[in-house]
């Protein structure tokens, strides 16, 4: 009878320990306050602010990055503008096409040669699509969770002497990457054909 009560008081301290460390690791850890009042920075991810866009301000880069737990959810697009002057947009890309489920790599963050230009009237519909669409502002997902999706699109703009650049959430915007993708294809189809024609 005594073995019974003390296997049993052991359990008990056990079940009562391990619950402990649960309730401690989770519902204090996460919201730890400093002596400043402030609260842990991996607890609460703030959305970021974002600026309103001046009409009369022009789109110098865009640049799309997500991660996902799935390979095929996981792409990179960036459009830069390359020159001064005369705005040169350039593409580097890497993404599923869903169709196919072929890998697209076209271009080389080291070499901008490798970086086929992108028309001028697909920069423009792309600088437009970005005006008027409304897009929640950027919130890093919860470091606690191993499967969320992060899905970062920077977009910089100048206005006169001006830059600036505002984050955006990409998780649900299924619009601009459709359009991303058909700005990618047509690039570079245009590219692979410019040297036959040389």
């Known amino acids: 009878m005594k073995k019974r009560i003390i296997l049993f008081a052991v359990l008990a301290i056990l079940i009562i320990g391990i619950g402990g460390v649960f309730l401690y690791r989770h519902f204090v850890l996460d919201q730890i306050m400093d002596w400043g009042g402030m609260e842990n920075p991996d607890a609460v991810s703030e959305p970021e602010e974002t600026q309103e866009i001046p009409e009369t301000a022009e789109l110098v880069l865009f640049h799309w990055y997500q991660n996902g737990m799935s390979y095929g959810d996981c792409f990179t697009f960036r459009i830069y503008v390359a020159g001064q002057d005369t705005p040169d947009p350039r593409l580097r890309c890497s993404y599923t ?12 963050e080291l070499d901008d040669e490798t970086c086929p230009p992108v028309s001028l009237e ?72 410019e040297p036959e024609l040389g």
């Open 97 to 108: 096409d869903m169709e196919t489920y072929e890998r697209i790599e076209i271009g080389d």
């Open 122 to 193: 697909r920069w423009a519909e792309l600088s437009d699509f970005l005006r008027n669409a409304e897009l929640p502002a950027y919130r890093a997902p919860d470091p606690n969770l191993l499967d969320a999706t992060d899905s970062r699109i920077q977009v910089t703009w100048c206005d006169g002497d001006e830059q600036f650049a505002n984050c955006y959430d990409g998780t649900y915007a299924h619009d601009l990457l459709k359009l991303l993708q058909d700005i990618a294809g047509e690039t570079y189809r245009k590219a692979e054909a």
